[in-house]
């Protein structure tokens, strides 16, 4: 339970964190970088498939999506505290980013201090049917238990609703 509880409050610093560092970032010609999209962005029409998912409450209290990342399956932990996508380093590796070559150059501040991040972009992250296109992400150094689904997906479906049972995402 306390791992939870480390893991909600990394998330809400992490959001604060990469409002901050996402400010001021640029656009960048580098496929592997680019600029946060605003999470109240509305995506263009092919951007996201019109196929609702729904997510079933674990028994932990948390939501959980398997989700399809660039032809690999990534475990994520659902986070509307989250501005961005945040990629582990070994969830970054197996949708074939290194790691080791990516370029740290953005600070945040999370509950653990500070954290570098490296900004790339997904070709697309689709959950249950409900996929997205061009979804910008971070990889963080260290310090991340499990990749989170933020607001650079979620913020791009036209809502996401939660039940006492499941959280439901419309495209």
Known sequence: MIRYAVIALLTA???????????????????????????????????????????????????????????????????????????????ARRLGFTPADLSYDYSIKTANGEARVATVKLASVSVAGARVTNVDAVVMEGGLESSLLGMTYLGRLSRFEATPSSLILRP
Not at 38 to 44: E, I, L, N
């Open 13 to 91: 610093v992490l959001a604060v964190g990469a409002t901050e560092a996402f400010g001021s970032l640029d656009s960048v010609a580098h496929g592997a970088q680019a600029t946060a999209m605003v999470a109240t962005q509305t995506p263009a029409v092919a951007d996201v498939l019109d196929q609702p998912a729904s997510i079933t409450k674990s028994k932990d209290g948390h939501y959980w999506a398997e989700a399809n990342v660039d032809g690999h399956q990534v475990r994520f932990l659902v986070d509307t505290g989250a501005t961005t996508v945040a990629l582990t380093a070994e969830d």
